[in-house]
């Protein structure tokens, strides 16, 4: 196969979702659940339930992304929470990113 022909196919392949370039699968899950809803916050539990994702993936991401101050931990009693940190610099360009990705 030509160069030319094999460049035409991938030009016009459909494209990657932006957020699937962008983040792991995991994350992108993640970011993307936590950011399309930002007013509220999350267990572990609900977080896995939500995105269907293996715990252990999830938390390692959580405490990576809590410490970069993506996202806000929140301990009441016993329970952990997670939301998007509304203070994080680039706030406004994730959930922007995740509301288009998500078709919102």
Known sequence: MSTYVRTL?????DPEPLDAVLFGKTRRRTLGWLFTHPEESFDVREIV????VAQ???SRDLRQ???????RRTVRGREVYYQAADTCPIYPELKSLFAKTAGL
């Open 9 to 13: 196919r991938t030009a016009n392949a």
């Open 65 to 71: 992304l809590t410490d970069a101050g993506i996202l």
């Open 49 to 52: 339930k939500a995105t269907e």
């Open 56 to 58: 252990g993936a999830i």
